[in-house]
């Protein structure tokens, strides 16, 4: 049986494409778009198990990417549909960008009904009269539900109060597709690009699009190729380029069609599934299977070279000092995944994968420098506790010195003493042995004045003992001062390469030192 326009619109050269009621689905309350959404969700994960179930007993490396490609895709369409059809309609702009059909149209009359997207909502903004709001309102509560002669009743109506509203041309196009009025449908789309003021490039791309799908339906693929490209010229996204590459296959322009299929993918590796699969590109088999190999093999072998490195940098790793095991068992948890990976390659796995293992090159450098900040504080506060009992030991020192020098001041005034009074008595004895009183009183009168130059020692001693005292003070402060600034930014370069040394993927705490420290 003949595929109708809207049919041919959003699942294009699909014919094996199952198919699932939206009236026998089980959330019968929803809009009829919203089931469309669910059994178009539903179908996708059908087609591709069966995909993947036809590679089961492939023994080729890349049926085996593919394989487990499609099974990881299937995963996700199927956690979305158990989360019910709010979670579907919720998700819409991710289903576009992971199932094989296209649902712009189905996007369009859902985002109105619901407020989901910001990009449409800018358009929705515009000022309307009350009537106008209100028949809009109407118009497309009907259109989602498959009323579509009270929906194009509405329209019309709304159209006769402003033909250059861009929201009522829009839905008014949508009817004459699903009516399967292809140039109806079409000169809707141009008076939606040519007579509403100040449209922006979102919505001048999003009218250029379905302008080319409608092409695609009618097989028309380079003019399809042709809108499509000026589309992406103003708003881009990987899964529209690939659907790009492809018109561009289908129009024979294969080289170019296959490099842009290339950028999609790369830019997003969950496309890598639906090219897989992709009806369109069936007689080009052999060109999908060499650049879907091709892309593989490139990120398992650079996945591979990772691998080896991370392996040498957790030897070096374990041979840093100061860092706690927990962290190279954690690191060597994450390098065991990778290698789990390469076991078991999905394609979108590899590319996450390798993101990864750049992050987990990162872990090295940063933990080498944690090691080193970590040698660097236990240093400064051995530092700082050195300067701080030289400093106590000086005003120590300090705190003893007056009795100190008192101390030896008073041996210094005995000494004087005892020698002025002995000097007087050896005058006298010398004086009277020689019979000579003059030469006995000279030499007493030198005992006696002995007497000054003893107190004046005295008083010298006691203040060069006391100033080399607080020099010592004075330069131990210096020290600790600097021992003090020494550690602070030691203690904050740890704390800076604490935070900086996490393991991706792993708890905080992994990337800890071992908690040995001085105290400070």
Not at 149 to 157: G, K, L, P, T, V
Not at 462 to 475: A, G, I, L, N
Not at 494 to 512: D, V, Y
Request: glycine residues 4%.
């Amino acid at each position: 049986m003949p595929k109708s326009l809207i049919q041919r619109y959003t699942t294009g050269n699909f014919s094996d494409l199952p198919t699932f009621s939206p009236e026998a689905d089980f959330f019968l309350g929803g809009p009829a778009r919203q089931r469309e959404l669910l059994a178009l969700t539903k179908a996708q994960i059908a087609l591709q198990q069966d995909a993947s179930t036809a590679l089961h007993n492939a023994v080729s490396d890349m049926a085996m990417v593919v394989r487990r490609e499609l099974e990881d895709q299937t995963a996700i369409l199927s956690h979305v549909i158990r989360d019910g059809a709010d979670r579907v309609v919720s998700a819409i702009d991710e289903l576009g960008d992971r199932l094989s059909a296209e649902i712009a149209e189905i996007r369009w009359q859902l985002v109105q009904l619901r407020a989901t997207n910001e990009q449409i909502l800018q358009v929705l903004r515009r000022p309307r009269s009350t009537q106008a709001q209100e028949l809009l309102g109407q118009g497309i509560r009907n259109l989602v539900n498959d009323k579509l002669e009270q929906a194009e009743d509405r329209f019309i109506r709304a159209l006769d109060l402003d033909n250059t509203d861009y929201q009522v041309l829009m839905n008014l196009s949508a009817i004459e597709l699903r009516k399967g009025d292809a140039r109806r449908a079409e000169a809707y789309l141009q008076d939606a690009l040519t007579l509403p003021a100040d449209l922006d490039n979102s919505a001048r791309a999003e009218t250029l699009w379905s302008l080319a799908r409608i092409r695609y339906a009618e097989t028309d693929y380079r003019s399809a190729a042709t809108l499509a490209k000026a589309s992406l010229d103003m708003a881009s996204r990987p899964r529209r380029v690939l659907q790009c590459g492809i018109y561009m296959v289908l129009a024979n322009d294969v080289s170019q069609g296959f490099s842009m299929i290339e950028d999609a993918i790369r830019n997003d590796p969950a496309l890598f599934g639906i090219v897989a699969i992709s009806p369109d590109l069936a007689s080009r088999g052999d060109r999908v299977s060499s650049l879907l190999e091709s892309l593989a093999q490139e990120s398992i072998a650079h996945l591979r070279i990772e691998h080896e490195q991370l392996l040498l940098d957790l030897s070096v790793l374990r041979a840093l000092p100061h860092i706690r095991a927990e962290a190279f068992q954690e690191f060597d948890q994450q390098v065991t995944k990778l290698s789990r990976i390469l076991g078991q390659p999905a394609y979108s796995r590899l590319r996450e994968a390798l993101t990864y293992a750049v992050d987990l090159r990162e872990v090295l450098p940063r933990f080498k420098q944690l090691s080193l900040a970590e040698q660097e504080f236990i240093s400064a506060n051995e530092q700082h506790q050195r300067a701080m009992y030289q400093l106590q030991a000086a005003e120590a020192a300090l705190a003893r010195s007056p009795y100190k020098v008192d101390h030896m001041g008073e041996h210094i005034a005995s000494f004087g003493c005892f020698s002025s009074v002995a000097s007087v008595f050896v005058a006298a004895f010398v004086g009277q042995l020689l019979n000579n009183e003059s030469l006995t009183a000279n030499l007493m009168s030198c005992g006696f004045m002995f007497s000054p130059f003893v107190v004046a020692a005295w008083v010298f001693a006691r203040q060069s003992y006391r100033t080399k005292r607080e020099e010592q003070v004075s330069q131990a402060r210096g020290h600790k001062s600097a021992a003090d600034a020494t550690l602070s930014a030691a203690t904050t370069n740890l704390e800076r390469r604490r935070r900086a040394a996490i393991i991706p993927g792993s708890p905080a705490s992994t990337s800890l030192t071992e908690p040995k420290r001085l105290s400070r």
